[in-house]
């Protein structure tokens, strides 16, 4: 088993940023893929960004292109997400997840965390 565990949440006003952690424990890490989701109020949990294990390829959202960016530590089994110029529309709980699979697809996530809320006022 691996457990994730979010940090880093908060509320913000629009256009600020907030960095989000992940940090791992458990069985290894190594070889995941981890990715970032989100569910906003009343909406779906929808996908926001990934990242392989080496960090070669990285994956994101068409509505956080360019604003969002993700990375990660492997030596601290941590993996980040820095959300910059914030919007109101980015409120919602932030889940990380692993995989081995698929970067994009959330049903292949294999492991996740319990979320940190992101609230962003106007």
């Known amino acids: 088993q691996v457990q994730l565990a979010e940090s880093g949440g ?7 940023s907030l960095r989000l952690s992940c940090a791992a424990s458990g069985r290894t890490f190594r070889g995941y893929t981890t990715g970032w989701f989100r569910r906003a109020p009343g909406k779906e949990r929808e ?17 956080v292109k360019g604003r969002f960016t993700i990375s990660r530590d492997n030596a601290k089994n941590t993996v980040y997400l820095q959300m910059n110029s914030l ?8 889940y990380c997840a692993a995989t081995f699979g698929s ?4 049903t292949g996530y294999d492991y996740w965390g319990q979320g940190t809320q992101v609230t962003v006022s106007s």
């Open 10 to 16: 908060g509320l913000v006003q629009a256009g600020d």
């Open 87 to 94: 919007k109101p529309g980015d409120t919602a709980v932030y």
């Open 47 to 63: 996908f926001v960004a990934a990242i392989t294990w080496g960090g070669d390829y990285t994956y994101f959202a068409d509505s």
């Open 103 to 106: 970067a994009t697809s959330m």
